[in-house]
């Protein structure tokens, strides 16, 4: 069998339409996990404590993705949806001692809740109209989180104490899983019970819920409406409505993002609500590729992991200049990620860095298959 055989032969397999099928859903549970090992390993980062935070991210972003780059609204204000999930979980455990699980779906239901509500008001008008009251009504909330209404907020100081679940403990700085059983299963297999693993098991359930969303009849009536609403109208379909319940399943999935990092930074934070975390998820988001269901993933991964690995340079060695310090100068990792945000979308302005490593392979197969060809 000569090698291009051979090779269209793996190609063919590789492509098969049950293999299709099932990369997104394995691309997703590999994701959840392999994050921390790859990110603990001395020969990548060193840093496996940012995987538990890295995985919440992607969640939000790939959340705020499913307005932004299925159905092509632009939210300037999506931060009030995570901040809603942080500070509902956050309130009834420190002040009412409710179950986790409860105030997480209490979460949920007024995250989209709001987001209904909101919708409704301000999805008929245009697309910059809609990215300006977006900010508008999460600066409201922002404002309303600050004032700290009948002591529930804690105002700018946010809620630090009584936010942990009594299954959760702390050693050494590390958030673990303090149930017997979880305790015994993770012994048997040798890991240690971290919460890093019920983040991954709960983003590889909601990552795959929303993939089902966006495979689904409902999901290719999004991509409709994004390439063409005037024909999309004609055709009979409820614009509006989609664009609502877009908004309001988004919300949903972004206080689920927001319950878990509650949890992960000890408590709730005024900054959850602020317009610098709207700012950085729409930047994950458009660095990673809007197009694609993995573009957020990535943006989200590089943007933690630059941030670390700038960080931890203290000397940096290069050549014809030298050995100097550089802690100070990489400090200001967010120039250097707009450098690489700016060289991303002057290369694939509407691809991302997901869709370019995608272009990228798609040619070096097309090469290989032509050397082959030509033996």
Known sequence: MSYLSRFERMNGIVNAEWIRTLRAPVGIVLVALLTRPVLGNEFVLGSPHIATT?????????????????????????????????????????????????????????????????????????????????????????????????????????????????????FRGRRLIDVGWVDGLFASVGLEPSYYWFVALVFAATMLLLWQI????????????????????AMGISVDRYKVWTLTMSAGFSAVAGALLMINNYGASLRNFGPQTSAEVLLMTIFGGVHFFFGPVVGAFSWFGIREYLQTFEVLSLPLVGAFEAGTVLSYWRFFFGFAFVLVIVLAPSRGLWGLVRGYAADAIAAVRRRFADE
């Open 54 to 170: 890295i995985l919440i991210w992607m969640l939000f972003a790939a959340s705020f993705n499913l307005l932004f780059g299925y159905v092509g609204l632009l939210s300037f204000g999506h931060a009030m949806f995570l901040g809603t999930g942080v500070y509902v979980t956050a309130i009834g455990l420190s002040e009412f001692g409710l179950p986790f699980s409860l105030m997480t779906l209490l979460a949920v239901v007024v995250s989209s809740a709001l987001a209904y509500v909101i919708g409704r008001i301000i999805v008929r008008y245009g697309e910059i109209y809609f990215a300006m009251l977006t900010l508008a009504f999460a600066m409201g909330v922002h404002f309303v989180v600050n004032a700290n209404p009948y002591d529930l907020t804690g105002g700018s100081d946010g809620i630090r104490s009584g936010t942990t679940p009594e299954w959760i403990s702390s």
């Open 214 to 233: 966006v495979r689904s009849p409902f999901g290719r009536t999004l991509v409709a409406i994004r390439d063409n609403e005037e024909l999309a109208r």
